[in-house]
């Protein structure tokens, strides 16, 4: 299957501090990527779809302001997120999708990236 | 928008069969997904299946997709100690992903 690889897999900062979470297609050119936040009991939470090119696009709930998603490249969509608080603990994941490929109806995982702020 | 349910927990006994099962509400859901997630990794695809078809096979996995019903089954053939996970089944619709709670399957020896 297509790979995703995302980085850091795991960090830990300090509140108030900004973390940013990269999220990249190795072998094809993701046009849309999803982020999402997974919480203790499992559920997956998305948080935003973003398209090559252009803003992101957010769930409701989600602060945009505190979630920063640029998708500059085909390749590569980063999430920032920023003045963390213990509360944004959390494990992120990011997945991709080449709509305009005839595998554009699977979506790949990257291998997510555990937030602890202190 | 869609509303995936799944039941949180099932547990089997190594060379058991294992059935995971998942319902959602939106009949316009064109593809139905199953994923697996080990501890502290990424989604993994299994397999999926267009709305339009009843069974996908590929392997231990069978899928079956009951559309009338909106209700949907990965059934594990010779459930292995490797098969404990998280699994998460997901329906797409008007291009976006909705993932269910999971089912962690425990697989006892």
């Known amino acids: 299957g297509a790979v995703v690889s995302q980085h850091p897999s795991r960090v830990i900062c300090k509140s108030g501090t900004s973390v940013k979470i990269e999220c990249r297609s190795l072998?094809?050119?993701?046009?849309?990527m999803f982020w999402y936040r997974q919480f203790p009991k499992q559920s997956l939470m998305l948080m935003a779809t973003?398209?090559?090119?252009?803003?992101?696009?957010?769930e409701q709930g989600v602060e945009k302001d505190k979630f920063l998603i640029n998708h500059a490249s085909l390749t590569l969509s980063t999430l920032t997120v920023t003045s963390a608080h213990p509360e944004d603990s959390s494990f992120y994941i990011c997945?991709?999708?080449?709509?305009?490929?005839?595998?554009?109806?699977?979506?790949?995982f990257g291998e997510g990236s555990r937030l602890t702020v202190l | 928008g869609e509303d995936v349910e799944q039941s949180l927990f099932l547990s089997v006994r190594e060379g058991d069969s294992s059935v995971i099962n998942c319902t959602y509400t939106?009949?316009?859901?064109?593809?139905l997904y199953w994923y697996k997630q080990e501890p502290g990794a990424g989604l993994q695809l299994l397999t999926y299946?267009?709305?339009?078809?009843d069974m996908k096979q590929d392997q231990r996995l069978t899928v079956l997709l009951n559309k009338k019903d909106k209700h949907l089954s990965l059934r594990i053939a010779d459930t292995q100690t490797g098969d404990s996970a998280i699994y998460f089944c997901?329906?797409?619709?008007?291009?976006?992903?909705?993932f269910g709670s999971g089912t962690k399957l425990n697989v006892k020896p």
């Open positions: 299946i267009f709305s339009n078809m």
């Open positions: 973003s398209n090559e090119g252009s803003k992101a696009t957010y």
């Open positions: 072998d094809f050119q993701a046009t849309t």
């Open positions: 997945s991709a999708r080449d709509p305009t490929s005839g595998r554009g109806r699977e979506l790949f």
């Open positions: 997901a329906a797409y619709n008007f291009n976006k992903f909705y």
């Open positions: 939106d009949s316009s859901s064109t593809y």
